[in-house]
């Protein structure tokens, strides 16, 4: 099994060419730090509103390259949010919010159509499951929310053998399908993205860290090795790494995910009867989640990675031995018919975690500064929706997409350090061993009951 920084789908699409590094100092309507999917949905919008408008991208690395090339690929909406939604912003908000979210996944799959982007876009729904009894009925909250609010189409619950029609697997239970989801290959949507924002006129800059973003009148300036931007505007899309800025140093946390990738199994899809392209995950606070490839592979992730001290990651969010063997374990508890069949590669990436569990936009007090964070491993589909808002808070418009209840929520603060590495390595691992003797069928010991529920005791929302 190759275990490498990048994995699987970014050595599936290719190596890009390198963009040129920022050398000199550039002026600009607008500046975006970050090439991922926030940065380049963002960078997109506005020059689709604006197409006069300057737009300079810097990105550290290579764009698509961190956590937007390396995650599942799902293109989930928000409908799974629903309760949280609403009970922070209301009914009305709430389904705003995921009825754009939905819309964005739906013109996800027309964009790559009309832009010519292979990025196999599939839009055959999200299937959230039981994998233990702690695990039944964990969809029913956001179910009961979608009828009450006129949406019942969005969540259907479906019964152990509805479930096993769609995808068998002895740990399944019962579950819920979410239609509006689709699977994306993410490196080749990343890399697609970037190379369409580079023929609109977008100036792309890689290997281009910013040094210093500092605000002066009238606009705002980024200091790189090379070079500066100075822009009216700037866009920060740069995920985990919001965490060393200090307005948002407690605004968010950054933990870690891995996942493996089979050897192609058409026959074993079949005779499973996975053969819909569903992506599915199970209930858990640090969930397992797993979808196929066009030739049959089997991608599985499991979301509990190690927390990281602040912003710094130091390579284990991508190699972490350990963690890539606990993910093998549980892809072979669901699947056990791929005892003998070869696991291929394993990666990982690091995850910006918010404390409301849901993504947040907003900015900062000179309103010049503009910043997106904390998809909590679900940013596929979200981060276009997060890039519109972007752009419409950039191009200083108040329009439907910079009035939803994702903009500028009331915050939500997490610990400072080290109490934040510290209390979240606790209760990560409290969070690993209950839900291990949940999935043995034995009661968790009373440490981890205990340290598990301390997050939801001071406002910090875990898990699903």
Request: charge should be positive.
């Amino acid at each position: 099994m190759r275990h490498t920084a990048e994995g699987y789908w970014l050595a599936e699409a290719g190596p890009p060419e390198p963009l040129p590094a920022l050398g000199g100092d550039e002026a600009a309507d607008f500046a975006i730090v970050g090439g991922g999917f926030t940065g380049m949905w963002a960078a997109w919008f506005i020059s689709a509103a604006a197409p006069g408008a300057r737009v300079v991208l810097l990105e550290r690395g290579l764009c698509g390259h961190g956590p937007s090339g390396r995650n599942g690929g799902f293109a989930n909406t928000l409908w799974l949010s629903l309760p949280n939604l609403r009970e922070r912003s209301g009914g009305a908000a709430a389904l705003a919010v995921a009825r754009a979210s939905a819309v964005e996944v739906h013109e996800l799959g027309e964009w790559c159509e009309a832009e010519g982007v292979d990025a196999w876009y599939r839009r055959a729904g999200y299937l959230q499951v039981s994998a233990s009894p702690a695990q039944d009925g964990a969809w029913e909250p956001a179910a009961r929310a979608a009828r009450e609010l006129g949406e019942p189409q969005a969540i259907q619950p479906l019964s152990a053998s509805e479930v096993a029609e769609i995808c068998r697997s002895p740990a399944f239970r019962g579950g819920a399908l979410y239609p509006d989801s689709a699977t994306v290959q993410p490196a080749r949507l990343a890399l697609g993205l970037r190379a369409r924002l580079a023929a609109r006129g977008v100036r792309v800059f890689e290997r281009t860290p910013v040094r210093a973003l500092r605000e002066e009148p009238g606009g705002v300036r980024l200091e790189t090795p090379g070079g500066s931007v100075r822009a009216a505007h700037a866009v920060l899309g740069a995920g985990g790494a919001l965490a060393a800025l200090r307005p948002l140093r407690l605004r968010l946390t950054v933990t870690s995910s891995h996942m493996v990738i089979t050897e192609p199994v058409p026959d074993l899809l079949e005779e499973i009867g996975w053969t819909g392209g569903e992506c599915i995950t199970d209930s858990r606070a640090m969930v397992n989640y797993f979808r196929t490839t066009p030739d049959g592979r089997i991608a599985f992730g499991w979301g509990g990675g190690r927390i990281a001290a602040g912003a710094r990651l130091g390579g284990r969010a991508e190699v972490d031995p350990e963690v890539a063997r606990q993910v093998v374990a549980h892809l072979r508890r669901f699947f056990p018919g791929l005892a003998g069949r070869r696991i291929e590669h394993a990666w990982g990436g690091p995850i910006d975690v918010s404390p409301t569990h849901l993504p947040v936009v907003g900015s900062l007090a000179s309103g010049r500064v503009h910043y997106a964070f904390g998809y909590t491993g679900n940013g596929v589909g979200p981060s276009r929706l997060c890039g519109r808002c972007l752009a419409s808070l950039a191009l200083e418009r108040r329009d439907e997409a910079s009035r939803l209840a994702i903009v500028e929520p009331p915050p939500v603060r997490v610990p400072p350090e080290p109490l934040r590495y510290v209390g979240g390595a606790l209760i990560r691992e409290a969070l690993v061993r209950k839900e291990a003797a949940e999935d043995a069928g034995r009661r968790p010991a009373l440490a981890a009951r205990l340290l598990s529920e301390l997050p939801r005791l001071i406002g910090i929302h875990i898990g699903r």
